[in-house]
């Protein structure tokens, strides 16, 4: 079965940094572009950083762009994202993200995990 799980939100206060994890069963990373997305209260769900699996480039929204770093560790089947210099409109649920392309494209989600900037 495939499947995505994140690990790591939490509280943090403004300028802190989180390391989100999104564990991978079922794929193998290094075949598929994976991203990040994120909602805050009351907006849509936005994309906010991805990772080719084609050529390994990255793409960031301006919003995090110099501040989270996108990566993933395939001997671990894992994906993260590197957050640092977090600010209170970085709170949010974040999800991980992957797209198997095919007949029919499939699209995974994890569950999501809370983050919190707050003083």
């Known amino acids: 079965q495939l499947q995505l799980v994140e690990s790591g939100g939490g509280l943090v206060q403004p300028g802190g940094s989180l390391r989100l994890s999104c564990a991978a069963s079922?794929?193998?990373?290094?075949?598929?572009?994976t991203a990040w997305f994120r909602q805050a209260p009351g907006k849509e769900r936005e994309g906010i950083s991805c990772l080719s699996s084609s050529d390994s480039s990255t793409y960031y929204a301006d919003s995090v762009k110099g501040r989270f770093t996108i990566s993933r560790d395939s001997a671990k089947h894992t994906m993260y994202l590197q957050m640092s210099r977090l600010k209170p409109e970085d709170t949010a649920i974040y999800y991980c993200?992957?797209?198997?392309?095919?007949?029919?494209?499939?699209?995974?989600w994890g569950q999501g995990t809370q983050v919190t900037v707050s003083a």
């Open positions: 079922g794929f193998d990373l290094d075949y598929y572009t």
């Open positions: 993200n992957v797209v198997v392309p095919g007949p029919v494209e499939s699209i995974y």
